[in-house]
Nanobody
Framework: QVQLVESGGGLVQAGGSLRLSCAAS????????MGWYRQAPGKQRELVAH???????NYADSVKGRFTISRDNVKNTVHLQMNSLKPEDTAVYYC???????????WGKGTKVTVSS
């Protein structure tokens, strides 16, 4: 079963950018869906962005036009480029991998993003 390790979080000023990375312990070529979720203090975890094995993407309305998810099957890494960051983006960001055959749903341990005003 794949293991996921996030990196790239930190403290950034509003309007700035961060690039998050999710390194997988094995090939992600056959992983059906990879995504980023986030959880802010006092809130439920929510989807930020998904990317499928075919390259299709979807985004939460709150990040459309600002965030971009990408998938590098050679390096077994998924990235989340976050631009024009807002204080509302402050959260722990989690990488997620899902497959259906065989079935699994794996989470990373998260990376903290703090956006100051």
């Amino acid at each position: 079963q794949v293991q996921l390790v996030e990196s790239g979080g930190g403290l950034v000023q509003a309007g700035g950018s961060l690039r998050l990375s999710c390194a997988a312990s094995e090939s992600i070529f056959r992983i059906n869906l990879m995504g980023w979720y986030r959880q802010a203090p006092g809130k439920q975890r929510e989807l930020v962005a998904h990317i499928s094995s075919g390259g299709s993407t979807n985004y939460a309305d709150s990040v459309k036009g600002r965030f971009t998810i990408s998938r590098d099957n050679v390096k077994n890494t998924v990235h989340l480029q976050m631009n024009s960051l807002k204080p509302e983006d402050t959260a722990v960001y989690y990488c997620n991998a899902q497959t259906w055959i065989p079935s699994y749903n794996v989470w990373g341990k998260g990376t903290k993003v703090t956006v100051s005003s």
